[in-house]
């Protein structure tokens, strides 16, 4: 990934040299930064529960795509919410396509607790 970055970083360099498309390049690597900073983390996070027998989970986030394939991500034991930061990036990033795939399809829901019964 380093190196697709630094081929990026210069291309974007040879661009600058035209006067005229150095506010271009300069648009162009940033909107490029924003979207690997956004692929590379998600807001949804797994987390560590602690069930009343005293076991520790670690339960991963699912979403939509989970959900359509039934991989089992989702834990029936755990209660989760929605992602409210994933929602807004995916709005935010709606142009992108991409994004809001990633992170409603596989980030929509986060675990909170162990549900009590």
């Known amino acids: 990934?380093?190196?697709?970055?630094?081929?990026?970083?210069?291309?974007?360099?040879?661009?600058?040299?035209?006067?005229?498309?150095?506010?271009?390049?300069?648009?162009?690597?940033?909107?490029l930064l924003m979207l690997i900073a956004f692929l590379a983390a998600s807001c949804a996070q797994p987390k560590s529960i602690v069930f009343k027998d005293g076991t520790v989970q670690t339960v991963p986030p699912y979403g939509i795509i989970n959900e359509l394939l039934k991989d089992g991500k989702k834990n029936e034991k755990v209660l989760y919410q929605l992602s409210v930061k994933d929602i807004t990036l995916s709005v935010i990033l709606s142009a992108t396509i991409i994004v809001p795939i990633i992170l409603l399809?596989?980030?929509?829901?986060?675990?909170?607790?162990?549900?009590?019964?």
Do not use: H, Q
């Not at 399809?105 to 549900?115: A, D, H, K, R």
């Open 1 to 31: 990934m380093y190196k697709v970055f630094t081929k990026v970083i210069d291309f974007c360099k040879n661009l600058m040299v035209y006067s005229n498309l150095r506010e271009y390049a300069m648009k162009k690597l940033f909107a």
């Open 105 to 117: 399809g596989y980030n929509l829901w986060e675990p909170i607790g162990p549900i009590d019964k």
